[in-house]
């Protein structure tokens, strides 16, 4: 890929977190200001959700920054590096921290809002200000979330995880709504007034319960390719289907494969075994095959890390 078209996609994706994080900036200022005035538990755990989130799409810039590095990495210069096999591991360590985070910030709220329903519930007298509230980060959630679903549907998993975390706070907006209209038609039907107090923490309650399952997810992920295991079986069978037709064309016994994806890099290490001795090839031959399966696989990730090896003795396989 040329340098110039590196440049440009390294250019949009700070672009986009840079966006994200002026975005979750006015987010985060309305939800405090908001929470405060009216004394609200879900909106305050919604704007310390979006402040904390600001900081860990500051972390996604700096991640973003070290991994780009390697675009102009010099092979000629390997030895003055530490990091012979990329920077792309940076990738799901972020991503692993800023999960963490999340769950850290979900479990909190669930256990500060059992405590507020064991102390008998919290007084809230302003359901239509705290409608208006969600309403409006609804629409900033939205709008924020679509914006960088359009532009960053082809960059990494960082601008993925950034969009996520957008959709999550859009839902989480949403839930703002219905727990002030709930806690509203409470406190104009007599009989239920008495329950009102309970619908701020209840709906804290099932907003961590049910948001804790992204970043979960997440970290499962992060945690298997920062382990170098396989990556999706999807991905798995694409290789498979690749490299299965050099071994008919080119009379090879067996190939044995080992790839792993780490951050936005597939790594692939492919050695054909040749059971034939006598059998030669030219160096111009096997770096034909080489060329002939890197095409290939970029298909399935055009950021590619390729080892192809071939060998008579099925121990160096």
């Not at 994080?21 to 879900?42: D, E, F, H, K």
Request: glycine share 6%; aromatic share 10%.
């Amino acid at each position: 890929m040329p340098q110039k078209m590196l440049t440009n996609t390294q250019k949009k994706e700070r672009q986009l977190i840079q966006f994200s994080i002026a975005m979750g900036t006015v987010y985060t200022i309305a939800g405090i200001t908001w929470g405060i005035l009216i004394q609200s538990g879900i909106i305050l755990f919604d704007a310390i959700y979006s402040g904390v989130s600001i900081l860990l799409s500051m972390l996604t810039m700096y991640a973003l920054l070290v991994i780009n590095k390697d675009n102009s990495f010099d092979a000629n210069q390997c030895h003055n590096s530490s990091f012979h096999m990329g920077r792309t591991a940076v990738e799901p360590l972020v991503n692993m921290v800023k999960s963490i985070v999340i769950i850290s910030i979900c479990l909190y709220g669930f256990v500060s809002a059992v405590l507020v329903l064991h102390q008998g519930g919290a007084e809230n007298n302003n359901a239509s200000s705290g409608i208006y509230y969600g309403i409006t980060t609804a629409l900033i959630c939205v709008g924020s979330w679509g914006y960088l679903k359009f532009l960053g549907q082809q960059h990494n998993d960082l601008i993925q995880a950034e969009c996520e975390q957008w959709m999550v706070d859009a839902v989480f907006s949403l839930l703002v709504v219905v727990s002030f209209t709930i806690s509203y038609l409470f406190n104009q039907t007599e009989s239920l007034q008495h329950l009102a107090g309970y619908v701020d923490p209840m709906t804290v309650i099932v907003a961590t319960l049910y948001f804790i399952k992204v970043p979960i997810n997440r970290l499962i992920k992060s945690t298997k390719e920062l382990l170098v295991m396989a990556p999706d079986e999807t991905i798995q069978q694409q290789i498979k289907q690749v490299l299965q037709p050099f071994l008919a064309q080119y009379d090879f016994d067996n190939q044995i494969t080992r790839a792993t994806k780490t951050g936005r890099q597939l790594y692939v290490d492919v050695t054909f075994i040749i059971d034939k001795p006598e059998r030669t090839f030219r160096i111009e031959q096997l770096d034909k095959i080489r060329t002939e399966i890197e095409s290939q696989l970029k298909l399935i990730n055009d950021d590619l890390w390729l080892t192809v090896s071939f060998t008579n003795d099925r121990y160096w396989a």
